[in-house]
C-alpha cells in the first residue's frame, strides 16, 4: 500500500474546507489586527489612572475621563492621537484605578499571545530535538533521555514554574537592564516552555522510531550519511506534520497556563497586564453586594474567544496534514 503524500497545496484545500478552521483562524486574525492595530494606543495609555473620575464605570460611549490625563503635561494641547483615544477610553468601562480596560485588554491580548508564541517555539525546539535525537541514536542514551522525561513528568508543574523564576529572576533582570516588565516575560515564555515539552518529545520519538525503519532511511544510510543528514534531510521533513499541529495546539496551551499563573500571582506583575492578570482582577469586582461585571466578562470573553481560534486551527491542521482523514472534507 503506498503511503500518502503530504502537499502543501492539498493540505491548503482540506484546511479551506473545514469550517471551523475557517471560522478559527478568522477569528484569530480579527483579534490580532485589533491587539496590534490598538498597540500605539495601549502601550501608552494603558495605566492612565483616574481616581476621582472613572473609578469602576460601566462601559459607555461618552468618556469618562479628562482630556488632559491623555497629555504630558496640563499645559500640552491634545494631539490627534490622544484625541481618539480619549473617544475610545470607556467603551469597555473602567477598574478599580480608573483606569481603562479596553486599553488593557488590547495590551493584555498582545501580551498573552506573544507569550504564548515564544513559548511554544520554545517547546517545539526542545521536544523536536529531544525525542529526534532519543530514537535515532537509540541505546543507552535513549534510555537516560526518556527516563529524564519520566522524571519530569512526575514532578509539579506548578512547582517547577516557581523553581525556574526564582532560580532565572536576577540574572535574566541583570542581563535586561532590570527592566521588570520585559523579565517577567522573558522567565515567564522560557519557564513555560521548559516544562512543556515533555509530550511533544515522546510524540517525536514514536515518530522517528517508525520512520528510522522505512528503506528511504537505509537507504541514506548505505549512501554514507551520517545522522545528523539523516536527520535533517530526511526525517525532519516527514516530521513536518506532527511538528505544525502540535505547535499549533501548544499555543494556546502556553496561554491558558500564563493565564492561570498570572491568576495565581506568579505570572505578569501589575501594572502589566496579561488575559489572566485582567481575570484575576475581575473576580474580586465581582461580589453578592455589587458587581462590576465588565471586568470579569470583557478578559474571560477575550481569553475564551483566543483559545477557541486557536484549537480550531489546530484541530484544522490536524486534519489538513492527515492525508487519510476525512473530517476535514466535511463542509
Known sequence: MKTPVITIPGAWRRF?????????LFLLGLLSILALGGLPFSIRWYNTQALDRAVRLPP???PSVPLDRFTETPETSPGRGASVAHRMTSWLGHDDLGRSLLFRLLLALLISLGIGLAAATLTVLIGTTWGAVAALVGGRLDFVLMRFVDVLYGLPYTLLIILMKVGLTRPVSSLLGFHQAATDMVILFTAIGSVSWLTMARVIRGQVLSLKSQPFVDAARAAGAGPGRILFRHLLPNLAGP????????????????????FLGIGIRPPIPSLGRLASEGVFAVNGYVSYWWLLLYPCGTLFLTLLALNFVGDGLRDAVDPKSTSALVV
Do not use: M
Open 16 to 24: 479551506r474546507g473545514n469550517r471551523s478552521a475557517r471560522a478559527g
Open 60 to 62: 459607555a460611549f461618552e
Open 243 to 262: 511538528i505544525v499541529v502540535y505547535a499549533t495546539l501548544a499555543v494556546p496551551q502556553a496561554i491558558l497556563q500564563e493565564s492561570f499563573l498570572s
